[in-house]
């Protein structure tokens, strides 16, 4: 049984038109417009199924405003899906409310690591009271020898010495606040810890040893992760398993050996070839995208929706929207014209 499995998650969000559109909307909206279909969504996450395994990795990638974080606090039940299941350790959670999940027995089991340590820090509380608060709310600990024992061990984990326990937030660097995030949310031992973007506030530097830490932690205490980046280059130091997400859909997904071996989808070549560690001798020139974003309001059901930017879109893309197919090596490309060769992502490419 798969630790996590979503089938179908859809998220939309009602977006009202602002200047006179507006009014028109809010006009038709009095008059029973919305009923009459008047109403536009935003589509953040667009019928995404996946899963994963217990102790697997999976990395969460692709463009910003594609929909990672709202998938992520989906799956975290931060938020409600707007339809679709999600299943944990067997369990529909889908349908649970996210104000009483937040409850529940299983809301110690999924954490969450934010993607800006300043702010999902209470500028109030010590590192000491910020790792000891979700023991005291979920973990049926009180105040005393036990709880400080508890909080310390978190800390030395993460790599926190104990003269940090007695600072605020704004006494402490990036790289000690992302750890202090990361002691928060590994305080219950979750079986699946979810990372949205846990380096993306840090300097380079800092942001290989966090990622170091991530993977020791991950190898110590046998959790699974879902990995979310905008960066595949990230990804692939930690994750054995990758999905590519292209305007709120998953256009491509694998293990990450093989998608960085053999990239089926054109958007996934883009992606890697910008990698210059990757982009080596065969692999010298970038695929440069160029072409607008589809728009994510109401997209056409039949429109592949990186066909504003394919370099090799044909008609097909334009009435039939290709699903996931599998491909050797454990890939799944969501493309009528996949790639065949390996060294195919070299060219460069303009779309007008
Ligand atoms: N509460 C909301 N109401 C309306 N639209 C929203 C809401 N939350 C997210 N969106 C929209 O949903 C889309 C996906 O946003 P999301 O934050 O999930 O993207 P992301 O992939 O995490 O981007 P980034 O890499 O910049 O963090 C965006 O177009 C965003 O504007
Ligand atoms: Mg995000």
Known sequence: MALL?????????????????GRVWNSLRGMGGEERGEAVYLHAVDGVTFTIEAGESVGLVGESGCGKSTLARLIARLQDPTSGAIAFEGRNIGGIPASRFIQGEKRRKIQMVFQDPTESLNPGFTTFRAVADPLLRLGGMRSGPELRKRVEELCALVGLAPEFL?????QLSGGQKARVGIARAIALEPSLLILDEPTSALDVSVQAVILHLLEDLKNRLGMSYLFVSHDLNVVRLLCQRVLVMYLGKIVEAGPTREILRHPRHPYTRALLSAIPAINTTERTERVRLTGEPMSPIDPSPHLCRFYSRCPQREERCRVEMPMLTPYPGGIEAACHFPSEKRENIGTQTTVS
């Open 5 to 21: 499995q979503t089938v179908d998650l859809l998220k939309k969000f009602p977006i009202r038109p602002s200047g006179a559109m």
């Open 166 to 170: 007695t600072r605020y937030p704004h």
